[in-house]
């Protein structure tokens, strides 16, 4: 049986601009490519979740405006159920640029992200919720308080000392240091050097991601996150579940965008 998670998160439509080198302050660059690209950290670990096989439903909020069903098109297309507070602000954005190595430079919007309150959480029966920190801090809480099963923390991005307690909390290695609580099982990703899982502050997992052509870095952590979760959720140890998640973190570098770059179930066991 499928692995059964709630995504509580924030849904994004990206603004791409590609280009050979990232700006310098105060500097304008001509020559870029433009893409729409449906993305928020939300929205992005749940279209993941399903992909590699997991039952979804993404609570989140959306404006009323031209932007939601675009943001929104991918989420359907991967069979995500959705529970949508429509708001009165706009839909969230992100801007991205990206460079010809595949770094990246992002600056968001939250709009309706920031208008999803914990009265309109209402969580289903289900065998791991999931939040990141792109939505009101409460709200993550009440998900946090209010979830039966695992409750599983991207903390990010980092807002300092207030996050959450979870059962599984997954950072980068800038993000790590802002942890209020550091109990349960926390995976630190070290980007091409790969994440450790450490239970207590002892390390009892360690992987590396395969070498692969890279072109655009977006949603990596995303993936990372959406196959961790998945990985533990089917019952997989804690190394083979972080070997999975480097994988299918790798993967989505090698194409471009946020949701259109992330990877299958059956995509990952190929490369492993």
Request: charge should be negative; aromatic fraction near 4%.
């Amino acid at each position: 049986m499928a692995a059964r998670l709630t995504v509580v998160g924030s849904i994004n439509l990206d603004l791409v601009a590609r280009a050979e080198r990232l700006p310098r302050p105060g500097e304008t660059l001509t020559g870029a490519t433009f893409t729409r690209v449906p993305g928020g950290k939300g929205a992005n670990q749940a279209v993941a979740a399903a992909r590699l096989g997991a039952q979804v439903v993404l609570i989140a909020s959306v404006g009323d405006d031209e932007f939601a069903a675009a943001a929104t098109s991918e989420l359907r297309n991967a069979g995500v159920e959705l529970r949508l507070k429509t708001a009165e602000a706009p839909t969230g954005v992100a801007l991205i640029v990206v460079d010809a190595e595949g770094e990246n430079t992002i600056v968001v919007a939250p709009g309706a992200n920031a208008e999803l309150r914990p009265e309109d959480v209402d969580l289903p029966d289900t065998d791991g919720v999931l939040a990141q920190l792109e939505i009101p801090l409460e709200t993550v809480q009440y998900a946090a308080d209010n979830a039966s099963f695992t409750f599983f923390l991207n903390a990010a991005p980092a807002v300092g000392g207030a996050t959450p307690l979870a059962d599984v909390t997954i950072v980068n290695q800038y993000e790590v240091d802002e942890l209020a609580h550091r109990d349960g099982l926390v995976v630190v990703t070290h980007g091409a050097d790969g994440a450790i899982a450490y239970d207590g502050g002892v390390e009892v997992a360690r992987a590396t991601p395969p070498k692969v052509e890279s072109v655009d870095g977006t949603a990596a952590g995303d993936a990372f996150t959406a196959c961790l979760v998945v990985s533990i959720l089917e019952g997989r140890e804690a190394q083979e579940s972080l070997q999975r998640a480097c994988v299918a973190g790798a993967l989505a570098t090698t194409k471009l965008g946020a949701q259109t770059s992330l990877p299958t179930a059956e995509e990952v066991d190929a490369l492993l």
